[in-house]
């Protein structure tokens, strides 16, 4: 079973930045497709980063697109995100997952708050 463990989030100014880490256990992660989601407070979910397994390929939902940066340790089995110029739109529980996401490994996410 796979446990993915999400941390980074926390309280920000608009125009703020976070980086946060997901760390994977096991021994598989160099072979997945990563992604990180993220759940608005309206409860909808979306991909926002994805990352080929050997970190040679991204994509990104048009409203981070420019903003966030994912970026993966295949040696360390973490992926990353860096969030920059950061928007109260942004505000949501972010968690990393495979892509297409696999139910069971959803963790817990990390809380990110993007307030004055």
């Known amino acids: 079973q796979v446990q993915f463990v999400e941390s980074g989030g926390g309280l920000v100014q608009p125009g703020g930045s976070l980086r946060l880490s997901c760390v994977a256990s096991g021994n598989m992660f160099s072979t997945y497709i990563m992604a990180w989601y993220r759940q608005t407070p309206d409860n909808q979910r979306e991909s926002v980063a994805i990352i080929g397994a050997l970190g040679t390929n991204e994509n990104y939902a048009d409203s981070v697109k420019g903003r966030f940066t994912i970026s993966r340790d295949n040696a360390a089995n973490t992926v990353y995100l860096q969030m920059n110029s950061l928007k109260p739109e942004d505000t949501a529980i972010y968690f990393c997952?495979?892509?297409?996401?696999?139910?069971?490994?959803w963790g817990q996410g990390t809380q990110v708050t993007v307030s004055s």
């Open positions: 997952n495979t892509f297409p996401s696999i139910s069971q490994y």
